[in-house]
């Protein structure tokens, strides 16, 4: 379904969320919520509107924190610091956002529906057609609505987008603008550090902000640190206030309530569970997928100047290559200098190329998975191991998105592989590639999921298709950790979906 830009969409400025105080807080609610992206944000503004009075905890500031730096967005916005990185045969950072909007903060905001054949293999995987295709449609048609989402406008694509288009064309491969839930984007290009226009639509910007009109109260600055129970029924969250400066301990919140949905994430979900007095059971943890990738960097004669323009406005696929998805991406000056230098590139030339650069970010729907736990500190303990068909995957995507750079007027190319060096061909670089090992990559993932997965076998799922846990009374899961299997697109508006069907499940059950 298409809508017209600038119609339909709610936007409301972000909600008023309590902060910090040395004072110990009691809430009562009846459902308390546990984290405000995605799936905890979706499920809120359904119960709310149900007229359900709902208290939501978030371990991030009450406020957005924006500076046009990365050193500010790690400190405020990223969970734990942006530090998170999985072990395996290769290291690779995660990255998780973290404040009332979640990982919408700072991510580009990219919406794709979950293919068709996923979700129709999540019914069969299930034994339940909640989730499949036909039923998510009407979903996703609301979500396309009330987020705004529409395709990158070319007036706020910038050049780094029009570029992968026209190259994309030229090498024949099927691609476009890509849709986001931006309705106000201006195109300034710093998503990752989030947005100071409130063109993004945030879900502090919409589910929070109704969700809050209809009575929802939202407690930052909060580590929830542990349930509450009455033998095998949870009965609420307890944690504790860290100052968001400082991160000085402050007052201990209780809220008490009759149901508690858990959705701090990908990561957060298990990362909480594993510090728990509950045992929600085996699977917990097990089965991360990430979506990781590599880039592709262009240089070009003609300036690019990708900071300007949407953050990832633009995509192609090669239809040879399922699961594979190349899309732009920017990345801020000072990233791209350091780019630059583990390329040996001296300062000066790098000033120099800087306005020059174009780059594609090659993400897989990963077949390769790893665990989640947690360290005694707190910090969540990540294992990843890749298989040798994902890694091919990867240089396949990056080998066609050399091609597209190329068509599209970059002269030479780099990629942050070592040993790999400057190439002018799409076949010099997948030479280059060829013996080049996973350890040998600079990867990003900063799509975590599928860590505490539904199903209807305890040993092998954490919640029951509807989002309930198998082995607790009024608790439920509703965030991106729920997925079966990976998704392949990125994951927030499915996210969504899915909080948004599991918290009128979660109504009706009364
Ligand atoms: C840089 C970046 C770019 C991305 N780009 C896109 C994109 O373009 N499109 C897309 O679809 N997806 C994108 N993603 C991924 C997407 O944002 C996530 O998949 C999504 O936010 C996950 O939603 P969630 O509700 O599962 O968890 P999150 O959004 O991670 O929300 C969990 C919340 O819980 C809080 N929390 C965790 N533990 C605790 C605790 N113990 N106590 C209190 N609070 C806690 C966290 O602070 C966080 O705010 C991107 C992510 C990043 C980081
Ligand atoms: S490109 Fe800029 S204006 Fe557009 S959504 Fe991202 S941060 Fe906001």
């Known amino acids: 379904m298409r809508w017209t830009p600038g119609q339909g969409y709610l936007w409301k400025p972000a909600p008023q969320a309590d902060g910090y105080s040395t004072l110990d807080r009691d809430l009562e609610c009846d459902v308390a919520i546990l984290g405000t992206g995605p799936g905890g944000a979706a499920a809120a503004r359904t119960l709310a509107d149900l007229g359900l009075r709902v208290v939501l905890l978030e371990e991030g500031p009450p406020e957005e ?47 794709w529906r979950c293919p068709d054949t996923v979700l129709d293999s999540w019914s069969d995987l299930l034994g339940d057609m909640r989730y499949s295709a036909a039923n998510m449609r009407p979903v996703y048609d609301w979500l396309w609505e009330y987020l705004g989402i529409w395709d990158t406008l070319p007036a706020v694509a910038g050049e780094n987008s029009e570029l992968v288009i026209r190259g994309a064309k030229v090498a024949g491969y099927p691609g476009g603008y890509l849709a986001r839930y931006t309705p106000r984007c201006v195109g300034c290009g710093t998503c990752y550090y989030g947005c100071p226009t409130g063109g993004k639509a945030s879900t502090n910007h919409n589910f929070l902000a109704e969700a809050a009109t209809n009575g929802a109260r939202i407690q930052a600055d909060t580590v929830v640190e542990d349930f509450l129970y009455t033998g095998d029924r949870v009965v609420g ?13 402050g007052g201990k919140v209780t809220v008490r309530a009759a149901k508690v949905i858990v959705a701090a994430g990908g990561i957060g979900t298990p990362r909480f569970l594993a510090g728990t007095r509950l045992d929600l059971g085996p699977a917990v943890g097990v089965g991360l997928h990430t979506h990781p990738g590599n880039a592709v960097f262009g240089v070009c004669k003609h300036e690019v100047n990708w900071w300007k323009g949407a953050t990832q406005g633009a995509y192609f696929h090669v239809p040879g290559l399922p699961g594979v998805l190349p899309h732009t991406s920017s990345l801020p000056p000072e990233v791209a200098l350091l780019s630059l230098a583990g390329q040996g590139v001296a300062a000066p030339e790098a000033m120099k ?51 597209v750079l190329l068509a599209g007027g970059a002269e030479w190319l780099f990629c942050p592989v070592a040993g790999v060096g400057r190439v002018d061909t799409a076949a010099a670089l997948e030479a280059g590639l060829a013996d080049r090992t996973i350890r040998d990559f600079t990867l990003y993932a900063s799509h975590p999921m599928s860590t505490c997965r539904m199903g209807h076998d305890p040993v092998t799922s954490v919640i029951r298709p509807d989002g309930r846990s198998h082995r607790y009374e009024g608790l439920y899961l509703s965030d991106s950790s729920i997925f079966p299997t990976s998704l392949g697109v990125n994951p927030s508006v499915t996210t969504m979906a899915m909080a948004t069907l599991i918290a009128a499940g979660v109504a009706r059950a009364g």
Not at 67 to 95: D, F, S
């Open 237 to 249: 969250l307890v944690g504790r206030m860290k100052h968001p400066d400082t991160r000085e301990p």
């Open 65 to 111: 924190r924006f500076r046009p730096n990365q050193g500010a967005v790690m400190r405020y916005h990223m969970q734990e610091g942006g530090g998170m990185v999985a072990t395996g045969r290769a290291l690779m950072p995660i990255a998780a956002g973290r404040g009332v909007g979640g990982g919408t903060l700072i991510n580009s905001a990219i919406a």
């Open 353 to 403: 190329l800087l306005p020059h650069l174009a780059g594609l970010l090659v993400m897989i729907s990963d077949h390769s998975s790893g665990t989640v736990g947690r360290w005694p500190d707190g910090r969540a303990k990540l294992q990843y191991d890749f298989s040798d068909e994902d890694v091919a995957r990867i240089k396949a995507g990056m080998v066609a998105s050399a091609e």
